[in-house]
């Protein structure tokens, strides 16, 4: 076993990790979200850094496992940065945050290409506007990438949005349709069906390069959404979520509008990993205006909650059991 304090680098590779590190920094020093003055990033032992504005703080972080929630064989290293950044910032979104600052932890094999999979969480951050300010590095035998996630929702008078504040009556809608991730999954595990003829390329980026729906969320919440959730687990299971927390009812009437280009009706129903957002409204017509305005996609209606506590419908009939649950 490899002391943690020896100079000796542990078999299978010779690669320095202050070097390493070194690299890292700079990478992560480009681009992306600027540090205000008198921050501090990369390089101390604690980043030390001021949110965008005044408001609440807003903290996640999740895990990406290889041969859980991903498969080197079939994504890239930047595949892979990319989705941890993203899969963590979605929760931001999910409370209408705005994102600000991010920690990257990995924990990788002898030889895994980290400085890609940096890159791919550089881009990422780079698309939501955050700043990686620090984090950690690990030789493991299984690759784990962890990703914590700061945000903050303004003092703007509309709360934080939470899976709890659903009310009877509220319309229920999904930002975009579902079930693309688990279609490319199994579209990259059969690549001799082809991707093209069937909405395949679309699913395949779904799988690799999801996002998370920030500017949804922030707008949401500035009009009127009571709750939300995002769609990691499946949207059958994501939305029991939010109406358990809520404590109301569910009739759900999902529709081929709610189900991705080249996706089955069950690979939306309970693929999972598609990061949109499942949005409860009592004014459904001003979050359309409100999207509509924004150049967004309008949202897909999917049901409506109840005063029936517990009691979850699909289309008029008992709700299927579906979504992702991790064993321990």
Request: charged share 20%; proline share 6%.
């Amino acid at each position: 076993m490899h002391r943690p304090n020896s100079d000796d680098p542990p078999s299978g590779t010779d690669e320095d990790e202050f070097v390493l590190l070194a690299r890292l920094a700079e990478r992560f020093g480009r681009g992306g979200r600027s540090l205000a003055p008198g921050d501090l990033g990369i390089g101390d032992d604690a980043a030390a850094v001021s949110l965008p504005h005044p408001g609440r703080v807003v903290l996640a972080t999740d895990l990406v496992v290889a041969g859980v929630h991903v498969d080197p064989a079939v994504s890239t290293p930047e595949d892979i940065g990319w989705k941890a950044l993203m899969v963590t910032v979605s929760d931001l979104a999910a409370m209408g945050a705005v994102a600000s600052h991010a920690l990257l932890s990995v924990a990788a094999p002898p030889g895994f290409a980290v400085d890609r999979l940096a890159d791919g969480v550089a881009d990422a951050a780079d698309a939501c506007g955050c700043a990686v300010v620090g984090g950690d590095l690990s030789g493991s035998a299984v690759l784990v990438v962890s990703v914590a996630a700061v945000g903050s929702v303004p003092d703007d008078g509309h709360p934080l949005l939470t899976r709890g504040g659903a009310r009877p009556g509220d319309a229920l809608v999904v930002t975009g349709p579902v079930g693309g991730s688990a279609a490319g999954l199994r579209l990259l595990g059969a690549p001799d069906e082809g991707w093209t003829d069937r909405g395949g390329e679309a699913a395949v980026a779904a799988h690799r390069r999801p996002r998370a729906r920030l500017v949804e969320g922030e707008l949401a919440r500035r009009s009127g959404a009571t709750a939300a959730i995002d769609v990691s687990d499946g949207l059958l299971v994501d939305a029991v979520h939010l109406a358990e927390a809520s404590g109301v009812g569910l009739e759900l009437t999902v529709g081929t509008g709610a189900v991705a280009a080249g996706a089955t009706r069950d690979e939306a129903l309970g693929g999972g990993e598609d990061y949109e957002l499942v949005l409860a409204t009592p004014d459904p017509v001003r979050l359309v205006a409100a999207f509509a305005a924004a150049g967004l996609r309008a949202p897909i209606p999917i049901g409506t909650c109840t005063g029936s506590a517990r009691q979850f419908t699909l289309d008029g009939g008992e709700l299927p059991r579906g979504g992702w649950r991790h064993r321990f």
